[in-house]
């Protein structure tokens, strides 16, 4: 699945290529793709028929075009909003290029310059999709998400928490997080609901910079190993961002199709059995662990990141 590094170079794709220009025509090809829509396909195609596109905005791996209201200086009412699922992409293309396999959705553009004037949305495993949401207020008043300066969220996506990119984010806003949970650190990162958009790669990249184990209850943590944390959060995916990404899929690419190279930079996803690298620039030799958690595997360094005594009722 597209973790949220992956997610924001497609934000930024789409908004450089498809941000204040009208949709003239959208066909919908396999109506799973707007399930979530009212009406699906039909209402979904002749409810975009003239549409502007204003900024792209994201929240976690949650994407959507604001849509204005055509009327001066009103605010946005609405927005078209987009989750890739597990192998979505979006793709600018020329009505010139041959349709890719799995096109789901197309969305022919007003032609403007020399750009590419149709986005194209790609679904193998159809787990995504796109569909129009009221927009509502944001519960602490602040921007939306990544892209817009309004304090509206699109209604599907209120529940979502703000992730890592989102400016409000920082060491006292992961700081108040925490301190009412008392689970294990990483099962917190992990809750959408909280923080989104942090995935399992870059969970266990940001504990390992941080130095601080996955089992580690959330409410417990020091407040100079909260800030740590959320330093390492941003810093992890700042530089997956420079990369494009980690695309361990194949299926993941940003709009222009290619794909990004952070997994040749990974320090503990993946490593188990390899030698940590903070480790052995401090020379020591420490191997790298591997550990099932949540159904899937956190990978730790035993010295840099020691395991937390068992507690009584303890959250693994």
């Given amino acids: 699945?597209?973790?949220?590094?992956?997610?924001?170079?497609?934000?930024?794709?789409?908004?450089?290529h498809a941000s204040g220009r009208s949709i003239h025509r959208a066909i919908v090809y396999d109506r799973r793709s707007v399930r979530r829509h009212p009406g699906e396909m039909e209402a979904f195609?002749?409810?975009?028929?003239?549409?502007?596109?204003?900024?792209?905005?994201?929240r976690g791996k949650y994407l959507w075009f604001e849509i204005p209201s055509g009327l001066p200086d009103e605010t946005p009412r609405a927005a078209l909003v987009a989750h890739l699922g597990m192998s979505g992409q979006f793709l600018v293309k020329s009505t010139k290029d041959r349709r890719e396999p799995h096109l789901k959705i197309s969305l022919a553009l007003d032609p403007l310059d020399?750009?590419?004037?149709?986005?194209?949305?790609?679904?193998?495993r159809i787990f995504g999709g796109l569909f129009i949401s009221p927009l509502v207020p944001t519960r602490d008043g602040a921007a939306g998400g990544l892209g817009t300066d309004l304090a509206l969220v699109p209604d599907a996506v209120a529940h979502i928490g703000r992730d890592v990119l989102d400016p409000v984010f920082d060491g006292p806003y992961l700081a108040s997080l925490l301190a009412s949970?008392?689970?294990?650190?990483?099962?917190?990162?992990?809750?959408?609901?909280?923080?989104?958009g942090v995935g399992n790669i870059y969970a266990d990249e940001a504990l390992w910079r941080a130095k601080i184990h996955y089992l580690r209850s959330a409410n417990a943590l020091k407040k100079s190993q909260v800030f740590a944390l959320a330093e390492a959060l941003k810093d992890v995916m700042n530089a997956a961002l420079e990369a494009g990404g980690t695309s361990f899929d194949a299926l993941y690419v940003n709009v222009n199709g290619?794909?990004?190279?952070?997994?040749?930079?990974?320090?503990?996803?993946?490593?188990?059995?390899?030698?940590?690298k903070r480790c052995a620039a401090e020379g020591r030799e420490t191997l790298m662990k591997r550990d099932a958690f949540m159904g899937r595997g956190s990978y730790w360094c035993p010295k840099c990141q020691p395991k937390p005594r068992p507690r009584l009722g303890a959250d693994r």
């Fill in 1 to 16: 699945m597209p973790e949220l590094p992956e997610v924001e170079v497609v934000r930024r794709g789409l908004a450089d």
């Fill in 45 to 58: 195609e002749a409810e975009l028929f003239g549409t502007r596109l204003g900024n792209v905005v994201r």
């Fill in 114 to 124: 020399q750009l590419p004037n149709v986005v194209r949305f790609i679904d193998q």
């Fill in 181 to 196: 949970k008392p689970s294990a650190i990483k099962r917190v990162l992990l809750d959408q609901s909280v923080v989104s």
């Fill in 258 to 276: 290619a794909s990004g190279y952070f997994d040749r930079s990974l320090n503990a996803y993946g490593r188990a059995g390899e030698p940590c």
